[in-house]
């Protein structure tokens, strides 16, 4: 399974951004859908952290406490897409962002995008 990001880039303190990954390789027509898919982001010289899941076949979301009212996952299954729609963007968003894909032992990551917010 292959994530690539897109999506990242420079926006000034209170604008927004959508992030795209988009997941292929799957070894059934319809498998993605059964993953759970989640954002992560890693700030400069910080650990990476949880952003955003949403559960295997869409039935819930979950957001970390800093994001929660501004950052919204949602998920395309008939195409194989997780977004991640960041609105109200603080400078401490600043981070790459990093799709990830779990199921049972399986678990993938995309190479990221950088958002930079700009106060």
């Known amino acids: 399974v292959q994530l690539v990001e897109s999506g990242g880039g420079l926006v000034q303190s209170g604008g927004s951004l959508r992030l795209s990954c988009a997941a292929s390789?799957?070894?059934?027509?319809?498998?993605?859908?059964?993953?759970?898919m989640s954002w992560y982001r890693q700030g400069l010289g910080k650990e990476r952290e949880l952003v955003a899941t949403?559960?295997?076949?869409?039935?819930?979301?979950n957001y970390a406490d800093s994001v929660k009212g501004r950052f919204t996952i949602s998920r395309d299954n008939a195409n194989n897409t997780v977004y991640l729609q960041m609105n109200s963007l603080k400078p401490e968003d600043t981070a790459v962002y990093y799709c990830?894909?779990?199921?049972?032992?399986?678990?993938?990551w995309g190479q990221g995008t950088q958002v930079t917010v700009s106060s």
């Open positions: 990830n894909a779990k199921r049972y032992s399986e678990d993938y």
């Open positions: 390789g799957f070894t059934f027509r319809g498998s993605f859908r059964g993953y759970v």
């Open positions: 949403s559960s295997n076949f869409g039935g819930t979301t």
